[in-house]
């Protein structure tokens, strides 16, 4: 089955406790997205990927960091996590950047920084 | 810059009535527009897209959406409402590079 997968789903955490969000995607895309959704604000992009070793800031990457090393994994890393980085994360892939092709969403990541 | 807004955060019907969500952007170059369904504790599922192909787009869960370029509008509609209807909507405008500009989300809830 085709999807996007995003582990842990739910997280609770301390202020400064480093983590990371894992996400792989089974389709061989090439576009790799971390977006976090916040009531009221919809969906705010914070890092993407066009391909392997590529990636750029979003919106909202202060306290973020990426990586893509291999094709299928885009993992969401928090060196320094606080509260305002509560949220709910979602990781999407698509075949290509193009503005015609439709992102994939993973189901979500669950974030509470103490 | 594109941008998005959806106007009314909550919107209440009754179950068989016209489901309107409005959506209306800002782009200085032809958009390429989205609406993405979230149930409760799930991800975002794509409901229909505008590609300049059509200007009336049909989606699935028998939801549909007209983009009107005078009114920069792609309001979201659907004849009859059913009660699994019940979810988060969202509007959404694609840029050059991928990243997907949202609006700020439109809970709709629908009442027996």
């Known amino acids: 089955e085709a999807q996007v997968t995003q582990n842990p789903r739910y997280l609770i955490t301390v202020t400064g406790k480093k983590l990371t969000v894992t996400c792989s995607q089974n389709?061989?895309?090439?576009?790799m997205s971390w977006y976090r959704q916040d009531p009221g604000l919809g969906l705010r992009q914070i890092y993407y990927s066009m391909n392997v070793e590529v990636t750029d800031k979003g919106d909202v990457p202060e306290g973020y960091k990426v990586s893509r090393k291999e094709k299928r994994n885009f993992p969401l890393i928090l060196e320094s996590p606080s509260p305002n980085q509560t949220s709910l994360y979602f990781c999407?892939?698509?075949?290509?950047?193009?503005?015609?092709?439709?992102?994939?969403f993973g189901p979500g990541t669950r974030l509470t920084v103490l | 810059a594109q941008s998005v807004t959806q106007l009314g955060s909550h919107v209440s019907v009754s179950e068989g009535a016209l489901v309107l969500l409005r959506c209306n952007y800002s782009?200085?170059?032809?958009?390429?527009l989205f609406w993405y369904v979230q149930y409760p504790n799930q991800g975002l599922q794509l409901l229909l897209k505008y590609t300049s192909a059509a200007t009336l787009v049909k989606g699935i869960n028998g939801f549909e959406a007209e983009f009107k370029k005078s009114e920069t509008s792609f309001h979201l509609t659907k004849p009859s409402a059913h009660m699994s209807d019940a979810a988060e909507y969202f509007c959404?405008?694609?840029?050059?590079?991928?990243?997907?500009?949202f609006g700020q989300g439109t809970i709709l809830t629908v009442h027996p």
């Open positions: 999407a892939s698509s075949g290509t950047p193009d503005r015609t092709d439709t992102q994939y």
């Open positions: 389709m061989n895309h090439e576009y």
């Open positions: 782009s200085s170059v032809p958009p390429y």
């Open positions: 959404a405008v694609k840029s050059s590079y991928g990243k997907l500009t």
